[in-house]
Nanobody, 117 residues
Framework: QVQLVESGGGSVQTGGSLRLSCDAD????????TGWYRQAPGKQRDLVAS???????NYVDSVKGRFTISRGNANTPVHLQMNNLKPEDTAVYYC???????????WGQGTQVTVSS
């Protein structure tokens, strides 16, 4: 099974930027959709942004205008550019890849994003 690893997390101050990437240990083909989720301490994991096979994007309202999801290549299928970060964006961020014909998504182990005021 393909392993996903998120990179690009870290600690920034309010207003800073980070770019997350989702790296695969082998090329992935037949991607239906990809997405980024986040989980803050004591909270459930929620969708942040997703992009479909056709390029349609979807964002949670709180990140619209600040975050941009984009597709990469077969080895790094998805990125998340995060600008104007706020303390409430602090969470562990996970990438997810859904393949055509497969009901279960592939998940990474997460990368920590910490935004200080």
């Amino acid at each position: 099974q393909v392993q996903l690893v998120e990179s690009g997390g870290g600690s920034v101050q309010t207003g800073g930027s980070l770019r997350l990437s989702c790296d695969a240990d082998r090329s992935i083909f037949g991607i239906n959709s990809t997405g980024w989720y986040r989980q803050a301490p004591g909270k459930q994991r929620d969708l942040v942004a997703s992009i479909s096979f056709g390029g349609d994007t979807n964002y949670v309202d709180s990140v619209k205008g600040r975050f941009t999801i984009s597709r990469g290549n077969a080895n790094t299928p998805v990125h998340l550019q995060m600008n104007n970060l706020k303390p409430e964006d602090t969470a562990v961020y996970y990438c997810a890849v859904t393949l055509l014909g497969h009901p279960q998504s592939l998940w990474g182990q997460g990368t920590q994003v910490t935004v200080s005021s």
